[in-house]
C-alpha cells in the first residue's frame, strides 16, 4: 500500500508539472497572439467626432498601433467592424458589486457572506456583459472577487476595490440595528462589519487602523463617510460626520501607501473640508458650485454624482421607499440640490460615471441604463461618454504606481499602449446614447438580455461577447 502510494503521488507530481509547464507556454503564446480589428470608425474617448475608418491593432492585453489598412501576418485574427463604431469599454466610477440587496436593512438582516458572494460574481458577469470592462467599487467588498476575476474563475471587469466603508458612529457608514451595540464601545456586532463590509471609527487612531486594515487586504483607495446620507437610517444629509482632522488621518494613511481617498460628500461645507484636507474624489457631491469648481481645479480633484438623484423616479428605489426617514431625506435633498446640473454645465468639472446601485440582477441594469439617459440628458453626450471612459480612466489612476493592479497602460481610451478594453457599437453613440444601453425609462423598462446593438466586448484582448 504504502509503495504504491508513492508511485501514485509520483505520478501525480509529474502530472502537475507537466499542467504548469503547459499553462506557462500556453500563456507566452496568449500574450503574443494578435488580433486586428478592421474597417471601424473610431471614438477615442476624448474627441468631439469620430475618427475616419481606420484598423485597430491588438496584441496581447494591449492595443499595438491603429491606422488605415495596417498589414498583419496571414494568421492574424481578423475581425471586420463593418464601419461601426469602435469606442474604449465603459468605466464604473461609483459602484457596489457586494451591496447587493434591496436596501441597506436588508443585506443586513437577510444575506450572509455566501449569499452575497454569490450575488456580487453574477453582478460582475451582468456588469461585463452590459459594457463594463472596469468598475471602482466604493466601499462593501475587499479584493477577492477582483482576484477571481483576474485569475479567470469568473467573468467581470476589472475592479478598483475600496475595502469596508469608513465612517463614525451614527453615519452612512453605519448598517447596524438600532438595538445593536455600539461598535467603537463593543468591536464589530453588526452582520456588515463581521463581513468586512463597513467599519465604524471614531477619531484618528481608529480611522488610520480602518484605513490600514483596507489596504492590507487589497484595498486600492480609501473610502470614507464625510457626510450624512439618504438610504441610512440615523443621519442627517446634511451632517458633517468627520472633523478636519479625522479627514487628514485617512488622507495620511492613503498618502503613506501612494494612493488616494474617496469621499461621500453631500453639503457644500463637508465637499470643501474634505478638498481642503487631502481628498482627491468627492462622491455624489450634489451642493456642487463655483466654488467648489475651483477648488477642485487647484486641487487636482474629481467628482463622481448619481444623476438618478434627478430622476422623478427616485422615490421608487426600494432602499429609499421601504424607510419613512429615507423619504423624507430625499424629499429634502432633492430641494437643495437644485442648482448642481446648471453648476455641471457651467464649470465643467472632472466627472466620472456614478451609478450607485446597491440592488441586484434585473434592478441594477435598469438603473444603470437610465443612469447613462440621464448622465446625456443633462450634460450632452460627448460629456457623458467621457465620464464613461477616459475621465474615470484618470480617476482610478490616482491610485498610484505601486497600488494600480493595471499598471500596463492607461484605461479609458483607444489609443496605443492603451489596455484593449473595446466596444464595437451600432451606430454613434456621441449621437445616440442608446447604443451603448441609454433608457429614458427605469423601473418600467422593458427586461432585456444584453445590448443588441454592442456587437463585441473585448477586455484585456480576450473577446466576451461577438454578435457579428
Known sequence: MKLTHTLISKAISKVVMTAAISLSLASVSIAAEQTLIKNVKIWDGLSKNLSKTQDVLVEGELIKSIGAGLKVDADVEVIDGGGRTLMPGLIEGHGHLQMNGTSLADIENNRNWEELAVRSAAKAKIALMSGFTS????????????????????????????????????????????????????????????????????????????????????????????????????DPWQLDAYSAEE???????????GSYVMSHAYSKKSIIRCLENGVKTIEHGFMFDGDIAKLMK?????????????????????????SPASSRKAASATKSFKDYIK??????????????????????????????????????????????????????????????????????????????????????????????????????????????????????????????
Open 135 to 234: 468598475w471602482r467599487d466604493a466601499g462593501g467588498m475587499g479584493a477577492g472577487l477582483k482576484k477571481s476575476i483576474d485569475t479567470g474563475v469568473v467573468d467581470g471587469p476589472r475592479i478598483y476595490p475600496a475595502g469596508a466603508f469608513i465612517g463614525p458612529t451614527g453615519s452612512h457608514a453605519d448598517f447596524r440595528n438600532f438595538t445593536t451595540p455600539n461598535e467603537t464601545f463593543y468591536g464589530p456586532s453588526s452582520s456588515g462589519a463581521r463581513h468586512g463590509m463597513t467599519v465604524t471609527a471614531d477619531g484618528v487612531d481608529a480611522i488610520k487602523a480602518a484605513a490600514r486594515q483596507n489596504f492590507m487586504q487589497g484595498a486600492t483607495q480609501i473610502k470614507i463617510m464625510s457626510s450624512g446620507g439618504v438610504a441610512s437610517q440615523f
Open 298 to 322: 487647484e486641487k487636482g480633484a474629481y467628482m463622481t454624482t448619481n444623476m438618478h438623484a434627478f430622476s422623478p423616479y427616485l422615490g421608487e428605489i426600494e432602499a429609499i421607499k421601504s
Open 343 to 468: 453648476n455641471v454645465n457651467k464649470y465643467q468639472p472632472k466627472l466620472a460615471f456614478n451609478a450607485d446601485c446597491v440592488g441586484f440582477g434585473d434592478s441594477c441594469v435598469k438603473q444603470t441604463d437610465h443612469e447613462i439617459y440621464l448622465s446625456a440628458k443633462f450634460f450632452g453626450n460627448h460629456f457623458a461618454l467621457k465620464s464613461l471612459t477616459s475621465v474615470a480612466g484618470e480617476m482610478v489612476a490616482l491610485s498610484g504606481s505601486t497600488l494600480n493592479p493595471y499598471f500596463k497602460g492607461p484605461l479609458g481610451v483607444v489609443k496605443a499602449g492603451a489596455y484593449a478594453d473595446l466596444l464595437l457599437v451600432d451606430g454613434n453613440p456621441l449621437e445616440d446614447i442608446t447604443v451603448i444601453g441609454g433608457n429614458e425609462k427605469w423601473f418600467d423598462a422593458p427586461t432585456r438580455q444584453g445590448i443588441k446593438t454592442m456587437r463585441i466586448i473585448m477586455k484585456g484582448g480576450v473577446v466576451y461577447k461577438n454578435t457579428l
Open 247 to 257: 479627514i487628514r488621518a485617512a488622507v495620511e494613511v492613503a498618502d503613506a501607501y
